[in-house]
C-alpha cells in the first residue's frame, strides 16, 4: 500500500474514528478508571480517590451493596434468559405464519405484529400496570372466567419479574418477527420444491431446511434480543421501582439508583464495567457457539 | 439623512443587538416539585401573584413522580440550567449538602426560619446548625381505619396497644371477600418504612440512637416479631400491598375500595383518600399509633420538606429564589396571616409547619381527619437525619418487604438490619 493512499485512507477514517473514540471509547474507559475510585458523581473528575479493588469487592461481597447487586445482576440474567427464550421461537412462528404465501391477510398481520414495537413504553407500561392490576385487572377476570383464581402478577416476588418479561415480549416480538421473514425470504423457493418431490414433510422441511438457513438471522436476533433485555429500564422504573422485594430490581436501574440517586459514581461505575463485561462474555460465546456449528 | 440622525439609529441599532438590554433586570426561576397537577396549578397562581409585586421575576413550576424528584435533583441541580428551587424531603438534605448542590439560606431567610419555625422543623432544614431551605410540610403518621368495616366486626373503638391491634386485624379479615385487617406498604422505601418507624417509637424504641443504628434493641425485634405475627395471622396480605411510582396503586386502592380495614399512613394522604372515597370519605377515621408492649404512649415519626435554592444557579437567580421564597412562606401572602405555601398544603390535607400557618388554619386542622394527626404532633418524634439515610430506608425497606412475603423470619430480618444499617451509616459517614 503506497504512503499516499494511506494517507488518504487516515484521512477519510479520521472523521469517523475521531466520533467514535470521543462518544464510545472514553466513556468506556472513562467508566473502567472511574470504577477503581471512590467518587461522588456530585464532584469533579479530579476529586476522585484511587482505591483499587474496594469497588469490586463491596459489590461482590456480603453487605447489602454486595446483596444487591448479585440479586440485580441474577434478575437481569433470568429476565435476559426469559426474554430470549421466548421472544425467538415466537418470532420464527410468527414469522412462518405471516410468510406464508398461501394464506391471506399476511400484510395485515405484519403490521399488528409491529404495531406494537412502536407503542412508547410510557404507554405501554400505564397500560400493563392496569391489566396486571390484582383487583380489578383485566386478566384476573379474564382467568376468573375459566375457573382459575386470581394471580398476583406484579404484586409477588414469585411473579413480577414473569410479568416484566410478558410485558417485554408483547412489545419486541413484532420487531424480531419481522427480522425473522427477513431471514425466510432469503431462503430459496428451489429448497422446498426439491423436499416436496423428494417427499419430505413440512416439519422435516423446517428442521433440516428452514432452521439451518435461519440461523444467522437467529444468531443477530439473539444477539440484538440480549442487548436489548439487558438494557431494559423504562418498565421497572414506570411500574415497579425494582420492588417487590427486590425481585424486579434489575442492573441498569440499579446502578442508576447506586450511581445517580446515591451519587455513589465508583460503585456504579463498577457495577457498569461488570454488566458491559459480563456482555461480551455472552455475546462472544454465542458467536463462538455458532461458529462452531457453521464448522460442524 | 443627518451625521445626528444617523449616529442615533446606529446608537439604537447597536444597543438592540446587546442581549438582554430589553429586559436587563428579568429573572426567570424554576420550581421543581412532585406535587399533582391539581397543586401546580395552585403554585403557579401563587407564583402570577408574586408577579404581580415583582414584574421582572417569572416562576415556572415542574413537576416530577415522586420517585423520580432526587433524581432529577442529582442529575439536574449540578448546573446552573437546572431548577432554581425544588422542594425536597428533609432526609436528602446531608447529602446534597456534602455535595454542594444546595445553598445557604441568606442571613436574612435563616434568621426568619430560626424564629418562625419550631426549632425541631428548623434543625431537620439545617446542616452544621446552619438552615439551606425554608420549610414548609410536617408528616406525622396515625392509623387511619374505616368505621363501616369496625361495626361490621364488631369493633367498637380503635385499637389502643399492639394486642387489640392485632385482634382487631384479625377480626377484620374475611379472605373470602378479598378483605385483609392491615394493610402494609410495599415498593415504596418511606411507605414500608415509616409506619414500621411509627409503631417502633409507640413501643418506645428508635431507628437511630446517637448516631448508630438501633435495630439490635428489644423494642425493635418486637415490632419485628409484631410484623411476622400479623403475616401469620393472614390479617395483612402483601399482595394487596404494592405501590408504584407516583405513591399511589393497589395498596391505596384496596384501602379507598374498603378491602383493608386499617392502613398506618400520613396525612398528607388526606386528599388521595378524597379523591378516591368521594362522599365514603366519612367513613374513615384516625387514631393514634396502638402503644407496644415496651411502650409508654402513642408516638408517630415525623418528617418534613423544604424548599432550597440551587447553588449552582446565578447570583441573580438564587436572590430571586431567595426573595420568592421568603414572599411564599410569609403570612403576607396567603388569607388571614396565612402562607401562600400553608393554603397550597392544606389544599392537600397537609399540615403547614410554620408556627403562624398553624395558628391561621386553626379551624381547618380541627376537622376529624387531621385532628388525629395534630393531635399526636408533640409527641412525634423525627425521622433520623442522616448521611446514608435515604440508602439505610432502601435497605429497611427491603428486609421488612422480605418478611412480609415470609422470605425471612423475624429474627433474621433485625439481625439483618442492623447490620446492614451499621455498614450503609458508616461508610456514608467516611
Known amino acids: 500500500m503506497s504512503k499516499g493512499y494511506r494517507a488518504s485512507a487516515g484521512i477519510m477514517l479520521a472523521p469517523a474514528v475521531t466520533l467514535i473514540g470521543a462518544f464510545i471509547l472514553v466513556p468506556m474507559l472513562l467508566t473502567v478508571w472511574l470504577s477503581f475510585q471512590d467518587w461522588s458523581t456530585q464532584t469533579p473528575f479530579s476529586a476522585a480517590r484511587f482505591i483499587g479493588l474496594a469497588n469490586f469487592q463491596d459489590i461482590f461481597g456480603s453487605t447489602s451493596v454486595g446483596r444487591d447487586f448479585k440479586g440485580a445482576l441474577v434478575n437481569t440474567a433470568i429476565y435476559t434468559a426469559l426474554s430470549v427464550a421466548i421472544i425467538l421461537p415466537l418470532s420464527v412462528l410468527f414469522g412462518l405464519l405471516v410468510h406464508q404465501r398461501d394464506v391471506g391477510g399476511g400484510t395485515l398481520l405484519r403490521t399488528v405484529l409491529f404495531s406494537t414495537y412502536m407503542v412508547p413504553m410510557i404507554a405501554v407500561a400505564l397500560v400493563w400496570s392496569k391489566l396486571y392490576s390484582p383487583s380489578e385487572g383485566p386478566f384476573n377476570q379474564m382467568l376468573g372466567f375459566i375457573g382459575i383464581g386470581p394471580q398476583p402478577w406484579l404484586s409477588s416476588p414469585r411473579s413480577a419479574l414473569v410479568s416484566i418479561v410478558l410485558l417485554n415480549v408483547w412489545q419486541q416480538v413484532g420487531y424480531f418477527t419481522v427480522l425473522a421473514i427477513a431471514g425466510l425470504t432469503q431462503i430459496p423457493g428451489s429448497l422446498y420444491e426439491a423436499a416436496t418431490l423428494d417427499g419430505a414433510s413440512r416439519a422435516e422441511q423446517f428442521r433440516f431446511i428452514t432452521l439451518p438457513l435461519l440461523r444467522r438471522t437467529l444468531l443477530f436476533s439473539a444477539v440484538i434480543a440480549i442487548i436489548n433485555a439487558v438494557q431494559v429500564f423504562e418498565p421497572v422504573a414506570l411500574i415497579t421501582q425494582g420492588g417487590p422485594v427486590g425481585s424486579t430490581n434489575v442492573l441498569t436501574y440499579h446502578i442508576r439508583r447506586v450511581g445517580i440517586e446515591r451519587a455513589q459514581g465508583g460503585l456504579g461505575s463498577a457495577m457498569a464495567v461488570m454488566l458491559m463485561l459480563t456482555l461480551i462474555v455472552v455475546v462472544c460465546a454465542l458467536f463462538a457457539f455458532m461458529n462452531r456449528k457453521d464448522d460442524e | ?430
Open chain 2, 1 to 430: 439623512m443627518s451625521l445626528a440622525w444617523t449616529s442615533k439609529l446606529a446608537l439604537a441599532a447597536g444597543l438592540a443587538f446587546v442581549p438582554g438590554w430589553a429586559s436587563a433586570a428579568a429573572v426567570n426561576i424554576s420550581y421543581l416539585t412532585h406535587w399533582s397537577p391539581e397543586t401546580v396549578a395552585l403554585l403557579e397562581s401563587a407564583a402570577k401573584d408574586y408577579a404581580k409585586t415583582n414584574p421582572d421575576v417569572s416562576v415556572t413550576v415542574r413537576a416530577v413522580p415522586f420517585g423520580d424528584l432526587l433524581t432529577t435533583l442529582r442529575s439536574q441541580g449540578g448546573s446552573a440550567e437546572g431548577p432554581t428551587i425544588g422542594g425536597i424531603y428533609d432526609l436528602w438534605l446531608p447529602e446534597l449538602v456534602r455535595d454542594k448542590l444546595v445553598a445557604p439560606a441568606p442571613d436574612a431567610v435563616a434568621a426568619e426560619v430560626k424564629s418562625a419555625w419550631p426549632a425541631g422543623v428548623v434543625s431537620a432544614a439545617s446542616v452544621g446548625g446552619a438552615p439551606y431551605g425554608i420549610p414548609n410540610e410536617i408528616d406525622v403518621y396515625a392509623l387511619n381505619y374505616n368505621k363501616d368495616l369496625f361495626k361490621q366486626a364488631g369493633i367498637a373503638a380503635a385499637p389502643k396497644t399492639w394486642d387489640e391491634f392485632r385482634a382487631a386485624a384479625k377480626k377484620l379479615t374475611n379472605k373470602d371477600a378479598g378483605q385483609q385487617g392491615f394493610g402494609m406498604i410495599n415498593s415504596w422505601a418511606a411507605g414500608v418504612v415509616h409506619p414500621f418507624a411509627s409503631l417502633l417509637v409507640s413501643n418506645g424504641g428508635e431507628l437511630v440512637a446517637g448516631g448508630k443504628p438501633a435495630l439490635d434493641s428489644k423494642q425493635a425485634g418486637e415490632t419485628f416479631g409484631l410484623y411476622e405475627s400479623l403475616i401469620k395471622d393472614g390479617s395483612s396480605d402483601p399482595s394487596m400491598a404494592t405501590a408504584d411510582a407516583n405513591t399511589t396503586g393497589p395498596f391505596l386502592d384496596n384501602f379507598v375500595s374498603g378491602k383493608t380495614g386499617m392502613i398506618i399512613m400520613a396525612n398528607w394522604w388526606e386528599s388521595a383518600l378524597k379523591t378516591g372515597m368521594g362522599a365514603k370519605f366519612s367513613n374513615i377515621a384516625t387514631a393514634p399509633i396502638p402503644v407496644g408492649p415496651s411502650g409508654d404512649k402513642p408516638h408517630s415519626i415525623s418528617y418534613s420538606w423544604m424548599t432550597v435554592v440551587n447553588a449552582k444557579a446565578g447570583a441573580a437567580e438564587q436572590k430571586a429564589a431567595w426573595d420568592f421564597l421568603a414572599w411564599l412562606n410569609s403570612p403576607k401572602s396567603g388569607k388571614n396571616g396565612a402562607s401562600a405555601m400553608s393554603d397550597i398544603l392544606m389544599s392537600m390535607g397537609i399540615l403547614p409547619s410554620r408556627s403562624s400557618d398553624i395558628e391561621a388554619h386553626k379551624a381547618k386542622l380541627g376537622t376529624e381527619f387531621l385532628a388525629g394527626y395534630v393531635g399526636v404532633l408533640a409527641d412525634a418524634k423525627p425521622f433520623p437525619v442522616v448521611a446514608g439515610g435515604q440508602e439505610f430506608s432502601e435497605s429497611l425497606q427491603q428486609t421488612l418487604e422480605a418478611l412480609q412475603y415470609g422470605q425471612i423470619s423475624a429474627k433474621d430480618a433485625e439481625a439483618k438490619a442492623q447490620a446492614d444499617a451499621v455498614s450503609i451509616l458508616d461508610r456514608a459517614a467516611k
